[in-house]
């Protein structure tokens, strides 16, 4: 058996649609992010710690989420 943190959660309908709204304003921030700060470490590592926040942010939506199914 696989722990809860580690196994795969199915999002359910509701989770899906936070999901893609998250994912969407992730994409605006990266885009701001390109357009606004100069080619230059600090910005890809803004660019990767905004990866990073998506991520969590995404699992905090079916990791919390008690009609997401784990798989």
């Known amino acids: 058996m ?12 509701m989770g899906l649609l936070k999901i893609t709204a998250l994912r969407e304003q992730f994409s605006k921030t990266k885009q701001l992010i390109e357009e606004t700060c100069p080619e230059s470490r600090q910005r890809a590592v803004a660019i990767t710690e905004l990866e990073t926040s998506a991520m969590w942010a995404i699992k905090s939506v079916v990791f919390n989420d008690p009609k997401s199914e784990v798989e």
Do not use: G, T, V
């Open 2 to 13: 696989i722990d809860k943190p580690f196994a795969y959660h199915k999002p359910s309908e």
